[in-house]
């Protein structure tokens, strides 16, 4: 039984072999082909697929693709760079309907911006941001859906924090009233092996389960945010409720995904 469920999962190798969504048709059609992909996971661990919400990730894509993404169905956005999202929110203000989700490291000198344009931010991983955030959230007199980030993978190369760090983490954040928190996020080791991708959710689950108990008033921990275009089944399998799902949805990224989440020694994906 195991042994067919880690066959019918497609990994990280699936990368680079989707071919670029140019017209609404093309995002129809993969979106359809996601919530397949979705049902299909839910229906082999007894879920409803209701209970998994799909991320449409447009980070790199131009505008012009972003409104082909929106005239297919698409509402809210992931964009892992705040500078590119806030660019992006305010050459599209006229579709008054579309919010955005920030999935990548926050500095805490672009916390404004974020408190202006942001619906989501899913990469929460210190106090100092959560502080940044508020405050500015208080002045735009706004409230944001926020995901502590953990690193399940033990990666230096990762943002987030350590899961041993998170009970203490969560239990400060009460403080900060603008912040709805919503459950907790992970990018999971990046392999091709499930063998070694599936333990990362497993982890972030099980530390979910383990907080529940004693989360503090006004913390919520329903949501769980793993599972990308090469392993959201496997995410789904282990209890996802938010897939964040680029190249699957747009097509392959020109750059390598090193790009995005950066190594120890060099930043080249961050905000700096
Ligand atoms: C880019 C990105 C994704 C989506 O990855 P795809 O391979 O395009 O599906 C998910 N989460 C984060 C944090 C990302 O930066």
Known sequence: MFDQLEKTVTLHERHGRYPQATSVEDFRRNLAAVQQRIANACQRVGRDPASVRLLPVSKTFDEAHLRLA??????????????????????????????WSVIGHLQTNKAKQVA???????????????????????????????????NTSGEASKYGLAPEAVADFLSALPAFSALRVRGLMTLALFSADVLRVRPCFVRLRELRERLRQRAPAGVGLEELSMGMSGDFEVAIEEGATVVRVGQAIFGARAMPDAYYWPTADAHPGSDE
Request: net charge negative; aromatic share 6%; hydrophobic share 45%.
């Open 116 to 150: 202006r344009f942001a619906s989501e931010f899913q990469a929460l991983d210190s106090l100092r941001v959560a502080e940044a955030l508020d405050r500015r959230l208080h002045i735009e007199g706004r409230q944001l859906d926020v995901f502590v980030q953990v």
């Open 70 to 99: 929106y005239a297919a169905g698409c509402r809210l956005l992931g964009e892992n760079k705040v500078q590119e999202a806030q660019r992006k929110s305010q050459a599209m203000a006229d579709l008054a309907d579309l919010q």
